[in-house]
């Protein structure tokens, strides 16, 4: 079974029926079930979709969120954090974030290639752009 990242911007577009990628969201959710793909996320996503729910749609659907997940979660390790600073060094020209930064030294410790987001950074580096091919 093939695993797949599900970032920040991916799982709040399935929150919040007005951000902009809400219906790409869904369709791509009931995808990767035809797939049988497995979607996981990491321990600092997780934290991030917090963060990010409870100052946009409040502290009862965060926590509700939360409560609900389940969606296995890989653990960001001190050597995924090392090798994100690496990162961020090489891409000093972006605006990568340090999550977004981690989620690329896990996925590319773990030999995943697909991510659900809408975050351009991850193109960038080179992953493959959700459920396509």
């Known amino acids: 079974m093939e695993r797949i990242l599900a970032d920040t911007s991916f799982i ?10 809400f219906t790409q969201a869904v369709a ?4 990767l079930a035809e797939k049988r793909w497995e979607p996981f996320l990491t ?4 934290a991030e979709v917090y963060a990010l729910i409870l100052s946009r749609l409040g502290m009862d659907v965060a926590f ?54 809408f975050d351009a950074h991850f193109r960038q580096y080179g992953f493959a752009d959700g459920l396509d091919g």
């Open 12 to 21: 709040y577009a399935l929150l919040d029926r007005s951000d902009n990628n």
């Open 28 to 31: 791509s959710l009931r995808t």
């Open 43 to 46: 321990n600092f996503v997780v």
């Open 64 to 117: 509700s969120w939360l409560e609900k997940s389940i969606w296995p979660v890989e653990r960001v390790g001190a050597e995924d954090e090392v090798a994100a600073r690496e990162i961020l060094k090489r891409y000093k020209d972006k605006s990568v974030s340090y999550v977004d930064a981690c989620s690329f030294a896990v996925l590319n410790r773990l030999g995943c290639r697909r991510v659900l987001s």
